[in-house]
């Protein structure tokens, strides 16, 4: 694990990000609220929530979103003990400390020491304590059972697997008492089915079902019940373990590594073993066997159910709790769009970045500015500008925005509509002017303008860093309690009262979701753009974005250019891939491609951008290529975002179609789907 990191001596102490993992949604969400309410007790730190729907695959796949993140200084969770096992080998490797309040499986910790810390006992001594408490009620004959589900399975073989202690281990027909193991959603399920098959004994429950939401599943099957749990409750542990975590880092935010994680250990309620376990004496007993309370008068039994695993997700509908919104698009749109929701209250999920299936932010080059030709596009870039880029705006963040200034190159036949547009930019107190060639060359003199009828100047533009923008977004709209869904999602189904929301392992259900996929929006099925939809595909189209890095000679200080004559745009390069060169983009005929994107152009592609911007820069003739990219953006007929309710399904929002240029335009795009959102929501 790495040693400590510090903060650089002249940047103030941000509060360190922790990276808090449960099941907020599904049939196990009401475990994720103790998180939840634990989290929001302290402050000091920034808890960003995950969401593992209790599943051990997704869990995987959430420690490698946060491990590829790279800017968290602890993850604390991870409910299920199976996928706490996949995810720690992953945090080891990334030197991400993790804190374990309620994972519970024996010799989970096994493997090199110093790479997490557990709070609570595991499931043997949890399984003695309930055999104990069998026999001392006078019972003799004991059946033991779980809900079909892997979890289940495991439990319920340890404790046939314990000494019988003067209980008879017999089939339910003969038995006075019986053990049903499982996850609380998946025991209600099977002790239901039990009465029903006239079981008339006492039940006893392990500790998954110390929750309380069980009652009300198990309904009148209760009868005479009890339910193992830790002592003084599962609350307890996790109140502790984040009271810990928020005490220490908002002490030390630097710390990282081992010297957080001994910080961690020096701070807590109990001591803990060099593997990183509870010490016995550090817990007491640990479990306690205790009545179960008697169900809500109007049972919930009836409305749930769990898949064969005991995760919910078999297909056969939503369990469990909901999100009100889930936007599906890990760019800067999608981004701002879940800030501005999460803000607002609003219980919101958002899909994590995928490398496989990356956003057209990765590979956008950021231009900014307010003019546009179009005036819809003009409306949003000038509402854009007050939002989010001018200096001062209430929702400039940590964008990288550099002030560079902004050239749009303009043909005769766009002349008057620059006029019109320079005159609501001034209006707006946004400096512009409209000039003519010869400024143009005076101003510009590296610049070639035989073919350019004039240009629209904006001192005040410039590019960002789309990746960093993005980031910024997504870090405030989980500060603000948004949860990270990992995976990729394939489609959207209708149900009564939510959308079913499919992902590459297991579902997800919210009141109303916003598609902001960009390029991967037509491959979602189940909404008005797919690309294997039943109707005709709708007008938007995939198309690839392509540019390169050329080292010019002098390197002059230059504004970003976008040319409305010859279809280039292009901008300094001042840090990344091709720092110290100027990029230049050339539009290709590349259709109905699948999105994607790599930091890699070919020699060929490099050249056909060359061959034409040397119309306008001459000197890139002999410069030297440094690299290039692309990408794949959604394009629509008329270059216009897509932004409203799906008229087929208005509890789907649109925010997509950048074609090519939305980045500059995503915070007035995101406003706009938000408000969508909230007038869909009711």
């Keep these: 694990m790495a040693e400590a990191g510090t903060a650089a001596d002249d940047r103030p102490a941000r509060p360190a990000r922790v990276a808090v993992v449960g099941p907020f949604s599904g049939p196990r969400a009401a475990w994720g609220e103790l998180l939840e309410h634990a989290a929001a007790a302290h402050d000091g730190v920034r808890w960003e929530f995950h969401d593992d729907r209790g599943d051990a695959i997704v869990a995987r796949e959430v420690a490698e979103t946060i491990a590829a993140d790279g800017g968290h200084a602890?993850?604390?969770?991870?409910?299920?003990?199976?996928?706490?096992?996949?995810?720690?080998?992953?945090?080891?490797?990334?030197?991400?400390?993790?804190?374990?309040?309620?994972?519970?499986?024996?010799?989970?910790?096994?493997?090199?020491?110093?790479?997490?810390?557990?709070?609570?006992?595991?499931?043997?001594?949890?399984?003695?304590?309930?055999?104990?408490?069998?026999?001392?009620?006078?019972?003799?004959?004991?059946?033991?059972?779980?809900?079909?589900?892997?979890?289940?399975?495991?439990?319920a073989q340890l404790l046939r697997g314990l000494p019988a202690d003067g209980l008879r281990l017999v089939d339910v027909a003969e038995a006075d008492a019986l053990v049903v193991c499982g996850t609380h959603v998946g025991a209600a399920r099977e002790a239901r089915a039990r009465r029903a098959a006239g079981f008339p004994g006492t039940l006893y429950f392990t500790d998954d079902c110390a929750v309380d939401e069980f009652p009300g599943l198990l309904g009148d099957a209760g009868g005479t019940a009890s339910v193992v749990r830790l002592r003084g409750g599962a609350p307890a542990y996790v109140e502790s373990t984040l009271a810990t975590a928020a005490a220490v880092l908002t002490a030390r935010p630097e710390l990282t590594g081992t010297a957080l994680l001994e910080a961690l250990r020096a701070h807590a309620d109990r001591r803990f073993t060099p593997e990183g376990d509870p010490e016995p004496s550090a817990t007491g007993?640990?479990?306690?066997?205790?009545?179960?309370?008697?169900?809500?008068?109007?049972?919930?039994?009836?409305?749930?159910?769990?898949?064969?695993?005991?995760?919910?997700?078999?297909?056969?509908?939503?369990?469990?709790?909901?999100?009100?919104?889930?936007?599906?698009?890990?760019?800067?749109?999608?981004?701002?769009?879940?800030?501005?929701?999460?803000?607002?209250?609003?219980?919101?999920?958002?899909?994590?970045?995928?490398?496989?299936?990356?956003?057209?932010?990765?590979?956008?080059?950021?231009?900014?500015?307010?003019?546009?030709?179009?005036?819809?596009?003009?409306?949003?870039?000038?509402?854009?500008?007050?939002?989010?880029?001018?200096?001062?705006?209430?929702?400039?963040?940590?964008?990288?925005?550099?002030?560079?200034?902004?050239?749009?190159?303009?043909?005769?036949?766009?002349?008057?509509?620059?006029?019109?547009?320079?005159?609501?930019?001034?209006?707006?107190?946004?400096e512009a002017a409209l000039l003519a060639p010869r400024e143009l060359d005076d101003r510009f003199p590296g610049l070639r303008t035989q073919d350019v009828a004039g240009a629209v100047w904006e001192p005040g533009g410039g590019y960002a860093d789309p990746a960093a923008a993005c980031l910024g977004y997504r870090q405030e709209a989980a500060t603000h309690g948004a949860f990270v869904l990992p995976g990729r999602v394939r489609r959207l189904d209708r149900r009564p009262d939510h959308v079913q929301v499919t992902l590459e392992q297991g579902e997800a259900g919210a009141r109303a979701v916003v598609l902001a996929a960009g390029a991967g929006t037509p491959w979602i099925r189940g909404h008005g753009l797919s690309a294997t939809a039943e109707a005709p595909v709708a007008t938007p189209r995939t198309k690839r974005i392509r540019y390169a890095f050329f080292r010019l000679p002098g390197n002059p200080a230059t504004p970003t250019v976008t040319d409305l004559v010859t279809g280039l745009w292009a901008r300094p390069q001042h840090t990344g891939l091709g720092a110290g060169g100027w990029l230049v983009g050339r539009p290709v005929d590349e259709w109905d491609v699948p999105p994607g994107g790599a930091d890699a152009v070919t020699a060929a592609q490099a050249e056909h951008i060359r061959e034409a911007a040397v119309r306008r820069w001459p000197g890139i003739e002999r410069a030297e290529f440094l690299g290039g990219r692309h990408g794949v953006d959604l394009f629509t007929a008329d270059g216009r975002p897509l932004i409203g309710r799906d008229p087929s399904e208005p509890r789907l929002v649109f925010a997509t179609g950048g074609s090519g240029a939305g980045f500059k335009t995503a915070p007035a795009v995101a406003e706009s789907a938000a408000a969508h959102v909230v007038e869909a929501l009711g």
């Design 74 to 155: 602890l993850v604390v969770g991870h409910f299920n003990s199976a996928g706490a096992r996949l995810a720690l080998p992953v945090y080891r490797s990334a030197g991400l400390p993790l804190l374990l309040p309620l994972a519970t499986a024996p010799r989970l910790l096994d493997g090199p020491a110093g790479a997490a810390l557990r709070w609570c006992p595991d499931d043997l001594a949890q399984l003695v304590e309930l055999r104990s408490a069998v026999r001392e009620a006078g019972h003799t004959r004991l059946a033991v059972v779980d809900d079909g589900g892997t979890y289940g399975a495991v439990l």
């Design 285 to 430: 007993p640990g479990w306690e066997v205790v009545p179960l309370d008697p169900p809500p008068s109007r049972p919930a039994a009836a409305q749930h159910g769990a898949g064969h695993d005991g995760s919910g997700h078999d297909g056969a509908g939503h369990h469990g709790k909901t999100y009100d919104v889930l936007v599906i698009g890990a760019g800067v749109l999608g981004s701002a769009t879940a800030d501005l929701l999460a803000r607002q209250g609003l219980r919101v999920a958002m899909t994590a970045p995928s490398a496989e299936d990356p956003a057209a932010t990765r590979y956008s080059g950021g231009l900014v500015r307010a003019y546009e030709a179009d005036p819809a596009l003009r409306e949003l870039a000038l509402r854009s500008h007050r939002l989010a880029w001018r200096e001062g705006a209430a929702r400039r963040g940590p964008s990288g925005f550099r002030r560079t200034g902004s050239l749009v190159l303009l043909g005769e036949a766009d002349l008057d509509e620059a006029a019109k547009g320079v005159a609501e930019l001034t209006g707006a107190g946004i």
